[in-house]
């Protein structure tokens, strides 16, 4: 079924109740896996995610096990990445195996990200390895795994040089692909899964919360006047999800502080 835009043409509103530049609820919580070197759980919307990190630990350098790999050049760290999807995550009731492609690209995607953010010198010869459990997906799936890896990563304390955060942009379809007002073009931040079966739309990650960005995914059609903008947004909403997440760290400093000092 088409996405109809016209509420938010009338009312400047989208389906869900959500202006242009508002996120979705966003949830997260660090150290939920007791048996796991450090752990989180993400919810960016109905987007639900479980991260576990394993390591720094000695590695294998051969073999792989199927996931995405980054880093490991020379002597740094090698960073493997391994992404699981519940089949009953989405409407589809479609499970994934080792193979599917899409999962091959998220799982690189994220391994490579992370190898350029994540001081591997400091660990030669030792293999970090992430593991995502996607629950529920309604949207940003990549965006999500990015941020509840990074929570993982920190509750695991290995170093990095920042908080690596991402959310998506996308456009409205307010305009044919044939019309020069650009003014009816209208930037949308953090897609859920109907708008993005129907728009177009971009998944970008930055580091901490200036504007480099490390992760630009772009797989669909988009007019290049449009781009400017989305990727605009895209890093306003970065910003603003990294100061989510630093909440997240610090009060969970704070619990095991008192704790201690209790």
């Known amino acids: 079924m088409p996405l109809d835009t016209s509420t938010y043409a009338l009312a400047l509103l989208r389906l869900d109740g959500r202006r242009w530049n508002e996120l979705r609820r966003i949830n997260a919580q660090i150290s ?8 989180s759980y993400l919810e960016m919307g109905n987007t639900k995610v479980i991260c576990t990190v394993a390591g720094p630990a000695e590695g294998r350098r051969a073999g792989g096990g199927g996931g995405g790999s980054g880093g490991g050049g020379g002597s ?20 994934r195996g080792r193979g ?4 091959s690209e998220m799982q690189t995607t994220l391994s490579s990200a992370f190898a350029t953010a994540i001081f591997t010198h400091i660990y030669p010869h030792s293999l970090i390895h992430i593991t995502l459990h996607v629950l529920s997906q309604d949207g940003s799936l990549l965006a999500a795994c990015l941020n509840a890896t990074t929570l993982a990563l920190i509750d695991a304390g290995i170093p990095m040089a920042d908080y690596l955060v991402a959310c998506t942009a996308g456009s409205t379809t307010s ?15 953090d897609f859920n899964a109907q708008e993005e079966q129907e728009l177009p739309f971009l998944t970008v990650g930055t580091l901490g919360a200036g504007e480099q960005v490390c992760v630009l995914v772009l797989e669909s059609k988009v007019q290049m006047s449009r ?3 989305m990727l605009a947004v895209g890093v306003d909403g970065c910003k603003q999800v990294k100061e989510i997440l630093d909440e997240v ?12 000092v209790g």
Do not use: C, H
Not at 76 to 95: L, Q
Not at 175 to 189: G, Q
């Open 249 to 260: 760290v610090r009060e969970r400093g704070k619990r095991v502080l008192d704790g201690v």
């Open 100 to 103: 599917d492609k899409r999962l």
């Open 76 to 95: 740094d760290a090698e960073v493997r990445v391994d992404i699981n999807i519940a089949g009953f995550s989405g409407v589809d009731r479609k499970r």
């Open 227 to 229: 781009l400017e903008s």
């Open 175 to 189: 305009y044919t692909s044939n019309s020069t007002d650009e003014e009816k073009t209208d930037p949308l931040l």
């Open 32 to 39: 939920t896996q007791a048996a796991a070197d450090g752990s």
